[in-house]
């Protein structure tokens, strides 16, 4: 019963997903009063939910199977991230061997299942899309994990995250640390590019291939796709601040470390422009694995 509630109600589906579309409502107020506008109502994210829930799902013509399994995939993962880090970050001892390692895992398949979903559709804009998330796939994951070594050796080689929350408890954020700052800053941008958002949103890039991954997908499993990117909004920045800001965890703490991440992610998003899927992966492989391999070598000296 406990793990159910902990799957369904809180910390897992329903906190996350609420969390989430909060978050993704401030993303889209902000960027309202930036351009002038007034913006959205705080509910408008949960409306639009229900009314995708409401329209009809409609199946192009030749598409397989997994065209409406891949939402699927990429809802459960996210729910298993979420859960996971909303259990350890409670109650720290109750995690188990390798679960950082299991985190990484599956915060990678929903990006997968949208690659699959849009090959799945058999539109040619959608497969140019699959294609750029494909590539940015190989692009950032290599800085974020290199990143996330970081913190490893900095744990005295723990992957599992209890331990790092506890090594952060009594001996600092590893955030106060050069290699933890620059190891945390690789990870933003990484995030920034998990979370499909402006400069790295080339896959949807609305006006250029109308939507592009997404562009064939209706009712539920678009609807499931949103709620797979409000929950994402909410696993990234928590999962961010237990590996490298976790020093203080109470609720206040963590609603304002919460806080600051989100306001990075909006300021980011809406002062840089769309870059081409090339340039992405020159920077990803340039500058970002060079200042992280930095960050991995400063770590090993203790710096």
């Known amino acids: 019963m406990r793990i159910l509630f902990n799957y369904l109600i809180f910390p897992g589906f329903l906190f996350s997903a609420c969390i989430g579309l909060i978050a993704g409502w401030i993303d889209r107020k902000v960027t309202a009063r930036i351009q002038w506008r007034v913006g959205p109502p705080w509910y408008q994210n949960f409306v639009d939910i229900v009314k995708l ?21 990429g809802l459960l993962s996210t729910i298993l991230v979420a859960t996971i880090l909303g259990v350890t970050v409670r109650l720290p001892l109750e995690s188990f061997a ?4 299991v985190v990484l895992y599956l915060l990678i398949i929903p990006a997968i299942a949208i690659i699959i979903g849009a090959s799945s559709s058999r539109n040619p804009l959608a497969s140019v899309g699959a294609s750029r998330e494909m590539k940015l796939v190989l692009g950032y994951e290599l800085p974020f ?23 952060q408890i009594n001996f600092g954020s590893n955030l106060v640390s050069f290699s933890g700052m620059l190891a945390f800053l690789v990870a933003i ?5 998990k979370l499909g958002f402006v400069p790295f949103d080339m896959s ?25 990117k409000a ?13 490298f800001w976790a020093g203080n965890l109470n609720a206040f ?18 002062t840089n422009p769309r870059l ?27 710096k």
């Open 53 to 73: 829930l409401g329209k009809e799902t409609i199946v192009p013509a030749g598409a397989k199977i997994t065209f409406l399994l891949s939402p699927v995939l």
């Open 98 to 101: 390798g679960d950082l390692i």
């Open 145 to 167: 994990i290199l990143s996330i070594i970081v913190v490893i050796i900095k744990s005295a080689g723990s992957i599992q995250i209890g331990p790092i929350l506890n090594h």
């Open 189 to 193: 941008i990484c995030m920034q590019a």
């Open 204 to 228: 949807e890039a609305e006006q250029e291939i109308m939507a592009g991954v997404f562009i064939e997908y209706s009712g539920l499993p678009l609807a499931i796709f949103k709620l797979t």
């Open 231 to 243: 929950i994402l909004l909410y696993t990234l920045p928590l999962f961010l601040i237990v590996l």
């Open 253 to 270: 703490a963590l609603i304002g470390k919460y806080v600051t991440i989100l306001v990075i992610i909006i300021l980011v998003k809406n």
């Open 276 to 302: 081409r899927i090339d340039q992405v992966l020159r920077f990803f492989w340039g500058p970002l694995t060079i200042l992280s391999v930095i960050a991995v070598g400063l770590a090993i000296l203790g």
